[in-house]
């Protein structure tokens, strides 16, 4: 089984965990803290991956690294432990964030523009964009890029809304070229 979809098969029965016990937004937040401590600390990984330390001692690790958090997360890490799985964690937390976002109407998106966005403009981005993807909001990550000349490029899933100048001028030119030949 490919690790993508072992990944969303463990989300999908966290998520209906959290969902019977009305906790998705509780373990969505500790996931994302979860998260966090494995991408700043390799040596969790490398410890919790050792062949030569035992389960038990690997169990204990997880409870004492992460005391607080609710006992379906912590579980769910100590399954993972258990089936030599702990690697896909991230893709865990990413498939269930975006099953979160799904049930709430949000979407992810990603705008690139000349120079970072403030929390306004993000807002007016946010409301103007869900309305025409019929969502209820849009979560939205800025990304600076100067190539772009002015104007904002938004990626929602598979669909990108191109309104730079790079790429006005872009269409420009291949309707010149297609005119031409």
Known sequence: MSKSIAARRY???LFQLGDEKNTLEQI???????QEVFHKNEQVYTFLKHPRV???Q???????VFQGLQADVINTIKLLVEKHRIEITPAIVDHFNQM???AKGIAD???YSVRKLSDSEQQ?????FASRIGK???NIHNIVDPSLLGGLKIRIGNTIFDGSVSGKLSRIERNIVSVNK
């Open 136 to 138: 209820a909001g849009i």
């Open 124 to 128: 007016v981005l946010s409301a103007k």
């Open 11 to 13: 989300a999908e029965a």
């Open 28 to 34: 969505n937040e500790e996931l994302q803290v979860v």
């Open 54 to 56: 035992n389960h038990e």
């Open 100 to 102: 979160v976002n799904d």
């Open 58 to 64: 690997k169990k204990q690790f997880v409870d004492d």
């Open 109 to 111: 998106a990603t705008v």
